[in-house]
């Protein structure tokens, strides 16, 4: 069971950066794509950011284009959200995931951390 351990989340005022981080125990993470999910009170998690393997093949969901960056240090296993002008509706527990598909399918989830942007 690959465990993958979040950080960086916290409380910012809107227009702020955070960078989130995401650690992977498996020795095997550069073989795999890597996502950043979301989900906000009542509403359903969704996908914020997928990286492939090498990092070379991005995807973002329209909402955070622009704003956010997904990257990854295979030598480290992690993977990281470069969020940047972040606003109210950016507010969520943020998930990573191994080998996700952008429908939110993996094997493998982070405990999440959460993000609150006060507008």
């Known amino acids: 069971q690959v465990q993958l351990v979040e950080s960086g989340g916290g409380y910012v005022q809107a227009g702020a950066s955070l960078r989130l981080s995401c650690a992977a125990s498996?020795?095997?993470?550069?073989?795999?794509?890597m996502g950043w999910f979301r989900q906000a009170p009542g509403k359903e998690r969704e996908v914020v950011a997928r990286?492939?393997?090498?990092?070379?093949?991005?995807y973002y969901t329209d909402s955070v284009k622009g704003r956010f960056t997904i990257s990854r240090d295979n030598t480290k296993k992690t993977v990281y959200l470069q969020m940047n002008n972040l606003k109210a509706e950016d507010t969520a527990v943020y998930y990573c995931?191994?080998?996700?598909?952008?429908?939110?399918?993996?094997?493998?989830w982070g405990q999440g951390t959460q993000v609150t942007v006060s507008s």
């Open positions: 995931a191994l080998n996700p598909t952008t429908q939110g399918v993996s094997h493998s």
């Open positions: 498996t020795p095997a993470f550069s073989l795999y794509a």
């Open positions: 990286s492939s393997q090498s990092g070379r093949v991005i």
